[in-house]
């Protein structure tokens, strides 16, 4: 079966330090691989997706950047931290138009 | 923007009786899902909608789309205590376009 990993569960980083939050499938190939990122009470914000390796789209221009190295991994960097990237995000995949999202178990993060 | 829009925010309701929570969206799309988010925890998809369907059922779960409304409802029947959680909706539009999720409603069942 297919399964989808993130981690670190919570993460606190202080402003102006790096970012790196990883996300690995498995149990399928060539997923759609997305980034959310979800305020608190708040509903899920895009940030980055990819339809295939090296192929990153990216929805919000900030501070985060996205990278696809193998097909089944999806890494969310940062050089920079700010207090506004604090956030509950959310990784997913889907097989593309018509299916539904498998959706990780979220990283907790405050930036402080 | 397509995003979907829930309505009620937050819905309180005793153990046994029926949720409904409404959805609406502002352009056209192909399909309309919808997710469950307990507190804390990753979202867990309930529901596919197809543009060219009007309902759908999965168990207790009932979704009706009506397209020329732009609005989609999801019925929890015969609720529990372990339905409380947050309920998204989320569309997608032309092409391969990555869903798009409203803020949800909070919906609390009470024993």
């Known amino acids: 079966s297919q399964t989808i990993h993130q981690w670190p569960a919570t993460l606190v980083q202080p402003v102006g330090s790096p970012l790196s939050l990883e996300c690995t499938v498995e149990g399928t190939s060539n997923p759609n691989l997305y980034w959310y990122r979800q305020a608190a009470g708040r509903g899920l914000q895009l940030l980055f997706y990819?339809?295939?390796?090296?192929?990153i789209s990216s929805e919000v221009p900030q501070n985060l950047s996205a990278s696809r190295p193998q097909d089944r991994q999806f890494i969310l960097s940062s050089k920079k931290l700010l207090l506004s990237d604090s956030g509950f995000y959310l990784c997913a995949f889907s097989y593309g138009v018509g299916y539904g999202y498998t959706f990780g178990s979220g990283t907790r993060l405050t930036v402080v | 923007s397509q995003q979907g829009e829930e309505d009620p925010q937050a819905l309180s309701i005793q153990e046994g009786e029926n949720a409904t929570m409404n959805c609406s969206y502002k352009t056209s799309i192909n399909n309309l899902q919808w997710y469950r988010q307990n507190s804390g925890r990753g979202l867990v998809h309930l529901i596919l909608?197809?543009?060219?369907?009007r309902e759908k059922h999965s168990g207790r779960l009932r979704v009706t789309l009506d397209t020329s409304k732009k609005s989609s409802s999801l019925l929890i029947t015969a609720s529990r205590a372990a339905d409380t959680a947050s309920y998204f909706c989320?569309?997608?539009?032309?092409?391969?376009?990555?869903?798009?999720f409203g803020k949800g409603t909070r919906l609390s069942v009470i024993a």
């Open positions: 989320a569309t997608d539009g032309p092409g391969n376009t990555p869903l798009v």
């Open positions: 990819s339809v295939g390796i090296g192929q």
């Open positions: 909608i197809r543009s060219n369907e």
